[in-house]
């Protein structure tokens, strides 16, 4: 188990185990959640294309503020439609 800690609240550190990784990206797809820090979206459009390139399907997603959690629906969206998701912080 690894410890994570929350940056909205880092009182009480979580035990959450990893999530287990893809065996292969080939037919995945992966979602790229861009949090509207700026430059995220540079990082993001690297990535989307060394993750195409391995075979993976993308989907972009956007938060409307980097301020506040996604919103819960989006968080649903995201969990439905991808295999995995990257989530891209840059300043």
Do not use: N, W
Not at 12 to 32: C, N, S
Not at 41 to 49: A, N
Request: aromatic share 4%; hydrophobic share 40%.
């Amino acid at each position: 188990m690894s410890i994570l800690l929350d940056p909205t609240s880092e009182r009480v550190p979580a035990e959450r185990e990893r999530a287990t990784r893809l065996a292969a990206l080939d037919g995945k797809t992966i979602g790229l959640l861009d949090i509207a820090k700026a430059r995220g979206d540079v990082f993001l459009d690297q990535l989307e294309s060394r993750l195409a390139e391995r075979g993976a399907s993308i989907i972009r997603y956007s938060k409307p503020t980097f301020t506040k959690p996604a919103p819960i629906d989006l968080r649903h969206e995201i969990a439905e439609e991808c295999d995995a998701v990257v989530e891209a912080l840059a300043d």
